[in-house]
Nanobody
Framework: QVQLVESGGGLVQPGGSSALSCAAS????????MGWYRQAPGKQRELVAS???????KYVDSVKGRFTISRDLVKNTVSLQMNSLKPEDTAVYYC?????????????WGQGTQVTVSS
């Protein structure tokens, strides 16, 4: 059984920084692509950042230059460093991980963690 557990987030002042982490636990899997999504109240969930199995990264335009996605394939984690936060970054953030398990590519979501940017 695979589980994703997110940590980090919380209340941050505008211009501040915060970091999110997502750890995959279980056995007999190989990590493929990983990413972070967010969903603000009344809005659709959007892809914020992604990192492929070979380390290529992509970001939504609104966070380019401010957010950095990284991964640790030994610890099976994906992280999101968020700098220069803005009130419009307020949302529930979800990690999404693609795992190879017994020859099948499966998708797993984290439980979500709230990030609130406010003074």
């Amino acid at each position: 059984q695979v589980q994703l557990v997110e940590s980090g987030g919380g209340l941050v002042q505008p211009g501040g920084s915060s970091a999110l982490s997502c750890a995959a636990s279980g056995s007999d899997f190989t990590i493929n692509d990983m990413g972070w999504y967010r969903q603000a109240p009344g809005k659709q969930r959007e892809l914020v950042a992604s990192i492929t199995a070979v380390g290529s990264t992509k970001y939504v335009d609104s966070v380019k230059g401010r957010f950095t996605i990284s991964r640790d394939l030994v610890k099976n984690t994906v992280s999101l460093q968020m700098n220069s936060l803005k009130p419009e970054d307020t949302a529930v953030y979800y990690c999404k991980v693609f795992l190879w398990i017994s020859g099948y590519l499966r998708t797993y979501w984290g439980q979500g963690t709230q990030v609130t940017v406010s003074s």
